[in-house]
């Protein structure tokens, strides 16, 4: 597209002032020899004045590589953590979301951009998505794929069943025996993996699981309130609830609130994430650290890879997660 | 660079399947008219299984205009919001930040990527970035720009003034006299407008102003939790805080919670921004609403003009802000 130093206006002006023809101006900015040493030194001094930068050189395109990266939603500060993870492989990023206001398929959009490659987040791919990206012959890193990624699509994620099991751990340590789980959607392979951890850990420590203290949420702030509100009001309410994700773990706080309980008084609760948010929350979260922007520089590495027709050490690579203490959770009242 | 379909590999496995030449598959892929109707015929039977896709086809790109969208830094849910309304101007959106990890000043990457122009996010641009852009004749929109902007860079912001007004006249409306003010960065426009907005307030109300119940944070967590412990802590502490930003707001309740102080009983608390963290905050967070992805649109709107060389209708615009009640504001105790 045309950047305005292209504009005959511009050249037009440093004619006129160099009092040559408009093609003379052309002439010296292409570089040709047909023009006399005196002109082409006037003309020369007004385009550095004006400080005219020639085409070639202006559109001379960094040297980085330009991927597209596409998320389910951008509803979340989840998003901006796994964005400034890619951004710092040196991959140049174009954001987009699956929901295209324009109706055109995303897969569609992505196929005919004609970038580098792309990196789906939390993304359920559609028959026709796939069939689209595959004729494009387009290089592709899923991020904590929905569902389990087929062998031939290398994805990053974070070690969910670890994660589930040492924020049990924690709350069994401190003494809880009746710990409550809000998971996310129940088709969600990363929640699966964290309710997982959580009966893990109930059974490392012998403790009877109780089915009806394990919930599903939609991984947002409704979802842990509602589900949260219901074990807690419960007679026999757990004395701490593993929230399944940072938001749910909010939702929980204020269910609790809602019902005159403190936290972590009355309450523990943990959440999964380890968002900015976290460190917001009132009383600020403990919670499970996902590295999200190390996820995201791994998959911007494993593209840049795919990119350059290098071959992947790994297709599936899992990143450890780690618990972070902070004051949500404590030993229940005696 | 190269898609894999542009292989040799794939092109010489057709060629073999064929049973003719790599020259002559060329010849059918490029459309030459010198290959006999039979091979023609077998080729194309098998470009067409393989999915092959021409490359004129593969590269021809999406009509979308690609701008630069650079935050100065990509740490807050804030950053998300503008993205959004960045993105569904319809421009295609290369995300990124003023740290650039290579070392080399941002405006100097923007200004040689050649795209069709850049957003930029509550920027300071120094003396560097100024004449580097203004050489590369890109079109520039800034959003919330920290200084008030040059006439001739047109910017989106938000009416700041009126919301201050707002927020305080909702506490005035409360009952509330006695009102503490955590402002953003002293040098910070937007946060000095709202600054001026409270005071109008008061002085509407004829509530004289206590200059030592207006400090200054750094719109985050932080810089709200301080503040808002120091003005809580004072013997003659105020009934309310207008804390700048939704951030602040979530630090002024945690300092709060602190001091034992129960949010909205003993103090009320009005945020800014209303990102979707102050829904989540416990108790949710009244605060004044930005209308942040409208802002973004709005500023993508103006790009898009300006690359398109049309002239702009307003060269600075503010979209109106709005009060939004929920919990962390009540009465004070009589």
Redesign the interface.
């Known amino acids: 597209?045309?950047?305005?130093?292209e504009?005959p206006a511009t050249l037009a002006r440093i004619a006129a002032e160099a009092g040559v023809s408009l093609p003379t101006v052309s002439k010296v900015v292409n570089g040709r020899s047909d023009v006399s040493p005196a002109t082409r030194k006037r003309v020369q001094e007004l385009l550095d004045r004006y400080?005219y930068?020639p085409v070639r050189q202006?559109?001379?395109?960094?040297d980085a590589?330009?991927a597209d990266l596409v998320f389910t939603h951008?509803?979340?500060?989840w998003?901006?953590e796994i964005?400034?993870g890619v951004?710092?492989s040196?991959l140049?990023?174009?954001?987009?979301?699956m929901k295209d206001?324009?109706g055109t398929p995303w897969s569609d959009?992505v196929a005919?951009?004609?970038r580098?490659g792309a990196i789906l987040v939390t993304s359920h791919l559609t028959a026709h998505d796939r069939k689209i990206l595959?004729?494009?012959?387009?290089?592709l890193v899923q991020i904590d794929p929905v569902d389990l990624p087929s062998p031939d699509m290398p994805s990053v994620g974070a070690t969910n069943w670890a994660g589930g099991l040492s924020a049990t751990r924690h709350l069994i340590s401190l003494g809880h025996r009746r710990i409550g789980m809000v998971g996310g959607p129940e088709d969600f392979l990363c929640s699966r993996a964290r309710i997982d951890g959580y009966r893990a850990a109930l059974d490392g420590a012998e403790i009877p699981h109780d089915p009806t203290l394990v919930r599903h949420g939609d991984f947002h702030?409704e979802g842990g309130y509602q589900q949260a509100l219901e074990l807690l009001e419960r007679e026999d309410r757990p004395t701490a609830i593993f929230a399944g994700s940072d938001?749910q773990a909010?939702?929980a706080?204020?269910a609790a609130?809602t019902l005159g309980l403190s936290v972590p008084g009355d309450v523990s609760i943990v959440g999964f994430d380890d968002l900015?948010?976290a460190?917001?929350?009132?009383?600020?979260l403990t919670t499970v650290r996902q590295p999200l922007s190390d996820m995201g520089r791994e998959a911007g590495r494993m593209l840049a890879q795919l990119?350059r027709?290098e071959s992947l050490d790994n297709h599936r690579v899992e990143l450890a997660t780690s618990l972070v203490v902070r004051s949500s959770t404590a030993a229940p009242r005696a």
């Open positions: 597209m045309a950047s305005r130093a504009s400080e930068l202006r559109s001379r395109r960094h590589l330009t951008l509803d979340s500060p998003a901006v964005m400034r951004m710092e040196g140049d990023v174009v954001v987009s979301t206001p324009g959009r005919r951009a004609g580098g595959a004729r494009a012959h387009l290089p702030h938001e909010m939702g706080i204020e609130r900015p948010v460190r917001w929350a009132s009383p600020p990119i027709e």
